[in-house]
Structure formats: C-alpha cells, structure tokens
C-alpha cells in the first residue's frame, strides 16, 4: 500500500547548524511531494514542495531533494534559527491524488 | 487576509454526546478535507468534499459525519464520541485536487472526550 517513512523523528541541532529530515516512499508513481511545518497548537503549514521532474529545489534557507530511482526526498535547513522549532512532515500524493504524510519529525534547535 | 478558520480552538465534550466541529474559507477552494491528528502522529484523512461531491475514506468509522452547506462552511460531526476520538481535528482546503494544489490548513479544534 502507500507508504511514507520518516527518519529521525526527532531531532536536537545547534543554533547556526545544518538539520535534514529524510523520507522515503513505496510508490513509483508519486510524483508530488511537500513538506509541511507543525508549530505548537497551530496547524500545518506548507513550506517547501517539490515535483518529480525537479531534483532540487530551493527557498532561503530550506532545500528539499528528491532521488525518483532511490524514491526517496530530503528536507534540509540551513543556517537553523530557534523559530525553526516545530514538527516536520513530509508528504507524498499517490495516484490517487491524496496526500499521505510521514511520522513526522520533532525538531529542537538549542540556542 | 484570506484563511481557513476553525472553531471552537478547544472543544470538550461527554462520551456519546454529540457534537459539531465547523470550519470556514475565505480562499474559495473547492475542495476541503477533515483531518484528525492524535499526539505525535501524522494527520489521517478523514473525508472529504470537492464542491458537494463527498468522498469517505474506508476506514472512517460510521460514527463521522460530515456537510458541506456551501462553499464556505464545512462541518465535522461525530455522533457518539469515545474515548479514543479525543484528538486535534485539522481542517484544510485545497483549490483543486492534485499536485499544483497545496492544502492549507485551519489551526484545528483540539477535542477532549470526559
């Protein structure tokens, strides 16, 4: 069935560090794939996505890439502040045209 | 500014004894979606509308209702709930279907069950 795994599910980085959260997919045929900010007692928020004819692609400070052969994709943030904070989840749309998400990924950063 | 907005942000209510959770859209979406989100776990689609068009997950217990009266208003009714609906209910919209629509999601109403 489709299936989305998320790794680590949860993550401590040093202020000014680098953070990358990994999913994997079981689909071959996924070909969108967001990745979604969780802040306490708020509700998701998209904040990067990307398509399966993109390898990479860029906002800022935050990354995402995608292996189609490896099916697998990669959430990176650079340069991390306190206000990355939050819980991660990916995303991956299945023929289906739905959305299922990974486990998510609790992400501290320690000033 | 344009949004999706849910209330109440915190609803409590008695086993068995019904109740209403409702969401609204400034965005215009076509289509809106009903979440539940238990601590720590990945939202779980409940069901969803593209305009009037209801479509239920298979694993949505019976005991989940849903109405769409217009394009605006949605709402989440859970007829006897238990123990285990306790829970955040996320509710989101899309403007279509498929990968050039994002969902964007309301702040949810966290539900306690007493």
């Known amino acids: 069935g489709e299936n989305v795994e998320q790794h680590p599910s949860t993550l401590s980085v040093q202020e000014g560090d680098s953070a990358v959260i990994k999913c994997t997919y079981s689909?071959?045929?996924?070909?969108?794939f967001p990745w979604y900010k969780q802040e306490l007692g708020k509700g998701p928020q998209l904040i990067i996505d990307?398509?399966?004819?993109?390898g990479e692609k860029k906002d800022q400070r935050i990354a995402v890439t995608l292996n189609k052969t490896a099916k697998h994709f990669s959430l990176h943030i650079t340069e991390t502040q306190p206000e990355d904070s939050a819980v991660y989840f990916c995303a991956a749309e299945f023929g289906n045209e739905k959305l299922t998400f990974g486990t998510g990924t609790r992400l501290t950063i320690i000033p | 500014d344009a949004m999706v907005i849910q209330n109440p942000r915190y609803q409590v209510t008695q086993f068995g004894k019904p109740v209403t959770l409702s969401c609204s859209q400034t965005?215009?979406?076509?289509?809106m979606y009903w979440y539940q989100q238990k601590s720590s776990q990945a939202p779980k689609l409940l069901f969803h509308?593209?305009?009037?068009?209801?479509?239920n997950e298979a694993d949505t217990p019976d005991n989940f209702q849903s109405r769409r009266p217009n394009t605006s208003f949605c709402f989440l009714d859970i007829r006897s709930p238990g123990l285990g609906d306790a829970a955040m209910y996320l509710c989101?919209?899309?403007?279509?279907?498929?990968?050039?629509?994002?969902?964007?999601f309301g702040n949810g109403t966290r539900l306690t069950v007493t």
């Open positions: 689909d071959s045929a996924s070909n969108y």
């Open positions: 989101a919209t899309s403007r279509d279907q498929g990968a050039y629509s994002p969902l964007h």
């Open positions: 965005l215009n979406h076509n289509v």
């Open positions: 509308y593209y305009d009037k068009d209801f479509n």
């Open positions: 990307i398509r399966s004819n993109v």
